[in-house]
């Protein structure tokens, strides 16, 4: 009862429902006479009502029809779209598959799971759910009024929408769904950021438009933090803080990066995304090539000199031990050494160019990775993995590690969205380049078989054949409008002789400089 009584009353916080006594007017100074003191009148609580606050937090509620808890043994492929949790020792899966309703009540939007993998969080279209997996209690939420963010040990409840002139209270729940503290965003409109320390004891918002706040989670009190700069905002770890990432329509991007008191440690100007390695000493970033795309440059913190850059690159997360860095290319992911050396990552296959794809390293161990529903070490070999059965209208749309190596887990969603358009720049394989990196003339032919590459008039194979230019031949782009004829796409072209001309660029024999 003590617990019931506490979850209500934090939620009637929550939504407001809690009303502060008027104080007593304060006594007259000419009376003479103390007032006869009489006993205040037993009062009777108004009736509580669960609905409709923001969590039923009293009792867990029954799951919707058509959402259970499954077990499938090792090897076994999914069946249905849901959440599903997979042991990396034994291969196991134990999930929650999405209702197969089609109401708008039930039907399924989005699942996710908390950092510690003890909570599945799954969004509806105006319910959710929570679900603790130690026992299975289900716990239902008002979707239509909030949304929710786990963390390490704590939920974040933010309203979806409020009145025009209303300032938007957030709240911050543990895992026992008890009430942490309120907190207030003044001028914010909906697309706020949230960002959890990895102890759960902090709270980084980026507003748009109105900068960074920094929430103290144990009293809510939150702090502007006036260093940050720019428009929007997304936020993401970094080994001492948290990474700011903003930008704006007239201003370049702006990444920022601050330590959890939020200090200012560093910015810089440009780059698409950034990542840090595990001992902080260096710094992966995405940064534009122009029209020959992006480029991941690793290099030193502090004196940001570059060791190197992988032209035609993106996406790069370190590895645990820090000596290597997973990159997305045109040729699938690479592993790339801090000393420079690309090789393809074991199982990663052919490139889909869709919109859900990764490739993983795991937390803790060097030689463990995750690409799709594969766990694979190393050497390539498959250590445990799953699939989606034939027939099943769902996609993986998500999936990852767990804070440690022991386990990952898999969303299949209901199928939807298109794949990547790919560009001029995707058609080139990738290059490691070292500084000085090439400016003028930083393509070349590279081509396997030996062949040379067919420098034509026309964006046709049955143009006139200027010269074919052999392996190694310098480029540069003079346009990075493509053609697309005979079923491949063209490109115009220049050497260093100053021939000019067309080439099939989507015959992988074009490559980024080294």
Same mark, same amino acid.
């Given at each position: 009862?003590? +617990? ?12 407001? #429902? ?28 108004? &009736? ?7 969590? =039923? ?8 029809? !058509?959402?259970? &808890? ?34 708008? *009540?039930? /039907? ?13 969080? %799954? ?12 026992? @299975? ?8 009024? %909030? ?7 704590? %939920? ?17 729940? =543990? ?17 706020? +950021? ?21 929430? =103290? ?58 990542? $840090? ?37 993106? *996406? ?17 992911? /690479? ?20 919109? $859900? ?19 694979? *070490? ?12 034939? !027939? ?5 749309? @998500? ?37 000085? $990196? ?11 078989? !030996?062949? #040379? ?8 194979? @049955?143009?006139?054949?200027?010269? #074919?230019?052999?392996? @190694? ?24 002789? !100053? ?14 400089? =080294?």
């Amino acid at each position: 009862m003590r +617990r019931l009584m506490t979850v209500i009353l934090a939620l009637l916080v929550l939504t407001g #429902c809690v009303k502060t006594p008027t104080p007593a007017p304060a006594p007259s100074t000419e009376a003479t006479t103390p007032p006869e003191t009489k006993a205040p009148a037993p009062s009777t609580p108004e &009736p509580v009502k669960l609905e409709p606050l923001p969590i =039923d937090g009293a009792l867990p509620v029954p799951l919707p029809e !058509g959402m259970r &808890p499954v077990e499938l043994a090792s090897g076994q492929a999914i069946q249905e779209p849901g959440l599903y949790y997979m042991d990396v020792a034994t291969g196991r899966l134990e999930g929650w598959p999405f209702p197969a309703s089609d109401t708008l *009540d039930t /039907q399924m939007g989005w699942a996710e799971t908390a950092p510690d993998h003890q909570w599945g969080i %799954f969004q509806m279209e105006k319910v959710g759910y929570l679900v603790r997996r130690t026992d @299975g209690a289900t716990f239902r939420f008002d979707a239509e009024r %909030f949304w929710v963010m786990p963390g390490p040990g704590r %939920f974040l409840l933010a309203p979806r929408a409020w009145g025009e002139g209303q300032i938007p209270t957030y709240a911050i729940l =543990d895992h026992e769904l008890k009430l942490l503290s309120t907190f207030s965003l003044p001028g914010a409109r909906g697309h706020e +950021r949230f960002l959890f320390s990895p102890d759960g004891n902090q709270l980084a918002a980026a507003l748009p438009a109105k900068g960074l706040a920094r929430i =103290d989670v144990a009293t809510g009190q939150a702090i502007p933090v006036t260093s940050a700069r720019g428009d929007g905002g997304q936020l993401s770890h970094h080994p001492d803080g948290f990474l700011l990432h903003t930008y704006a329509t007239d201003q370049p991007r702006r990444l920022q990066w601050f330590d959890w008191e939020g200090r200012l440690q560093g910015e810089r100007e440009g780059d698409l995304d950034l990542a $840090f390695s595990p001992d902080g000493r260096l710094i992966a970033s995405v940064q534009s090539m122009g029209d020959y795309g992006p480029a991941v440059v690793v290099q030193e913190v502090g004196s940001e000199k570059p060791l190197f850059r992988v032209a035609g690159a993106t *996406d790069p997360r370190w590895v645990a031990n820090g000596t290597e860095l997973i990159v997305s290319t045109r040729m699938g992911w /690479q592993v790339v050494s801090t000393s420079g050396e690309m090789q393809p990552a074991p199982q990663a296959g052919e490139p889909e160019w869709h919109i $859900f794809d990764w490739y993983l390293p795991a937390p803790e161990n060097p030689d463990l990775f995750l690409t799709d529903t594969r766990v694979v *070490d190393r050497t390539g070999r498959i250590v445990q993995a799953t699939q989606l059965a034939d !027939g099943i209208p769902a996609d993986v749309a @998500g999936a990852g590690w767990g804070p440690t190596a022991t386990e990952v887990h898999i969303v299949a969603a209901f199928r939807g969205g298109k794949g990547w358009e790919i560009g001029p720049a995707e058609e080139f394989l990738p290059g490691v380049q070292r500084p000085p $990196f090439p400016e003028e003339y930083p393509l070349q032919v590279q081509d396997h078989q !030996g062949q #040379c590459l067919n420098l034509r008039e026309e964006a046709s194979k @049955g143009a006139r054949i200027i010269r #074919c230019l052999p392996t @190694g031949t310098r480029l540069a782009m003079t346009s990075s409008e493509i053609a697309f004829a005979d079923e491949l796409a063209w490109l115009t072209v220049e050497t260093p002789a !100053g021939e000019t001309g067309w080439v099939a660029i989507s015959t992988g024999s074009i490559a980024h400089a =080294d």
